[in-house]
């Protein structure tokens, strides 16, 4: 396990509120309502397990190039309500009845650009190409690839962590809104990484 080495990242970052990640660690901490967002009606999401075999899954994908992780894990959201954006799917779940795979989506959203989590229909997010070819945007401002594949790489050894203590569904959605993204990139930008 390395979540040592994760939690000395977390810790390196500059200029970021980490009272939130660091309860990740310890018991299960109070949450704020507003960051746990309401699971739709007959939603099942993923289990910690399931959770970390998809993340193991997709990197060795991404490793034999089959898949790319900046695609599979950056989308553009657009369901015709709300303003678009763009964020990281950071969970899924099924619903039954009207069957349907929902994800959810971490953006910045809104005039504060606060972090938001949000469950969204599959028929609503785009990969970076089918956002440029349908809606003629392009992420300026999202991870590349490689980048991609060490926050992903990241993510799977704090689910590793994830499935030993047994995370409720309010700890994940308390480390999917935590979770430093932007400052990843920065940090990997300015050869981070390098040493990590």
């Not at 991404?62 to 709300?82: K, P």
């Not at 953006?107 to 599959?122: D, K």
């Not at 991870?143 to 995370?167: C, K, S, T």
Request: include cysteine.
């Amino acid at each position: 396990m390395r979540i040592p080495m994760a939690f000395s990242f977390f810790m390196s970052a500059a200029n970021h509120n980490y009272n939130a990640v660091l309860h990740l660690y310890s018991p299960p901490a109070m949450i704020v309502n507003d960051i746990v967002p309401t699971l739709p009606p007959n939603a099942v999401t993923e289990t910690n397990r399931v959770t970390l075999t998809r993340l193991k899954h997709d990197l060795v994908l991404v490793e034999e190039q089959l898949l790319s992780a900046a695609d599979a894990y950056r989308m553009y959201v657009c369901n015709g309500h709300d303003p678009p954006f763009w964020g990281y799917v950071v969970e899924s779940a099924q619903v039954d009845g009207p069957r349907d795979i929902l994800v959810l989506m971490r953006g910045n959203t809104g005039l504060t650009r606060g972090t938001t989590l949000q469950w969204m229909s599959m028929s609503k997010v785009f990969t970076r190409k089918h956002a440029y070819l349908r809606e003629k945007v392009i992420d300026v401002e999202g991870p590349a690839e490689d980048v991609m594949i060490a926050m992903l790489q990241l993510l799977r050894d704090v689910f590793e962590y994830a499935v030993e203590g047994n995370w409720s569904y309010e700890k994940r959605m308390e480390f999917d809104h935590a979770f430093p993204f932007d400052e990843l990139i920065t940090n990997f930008l300015l050869g981070f990484r390098d040493g990590f």
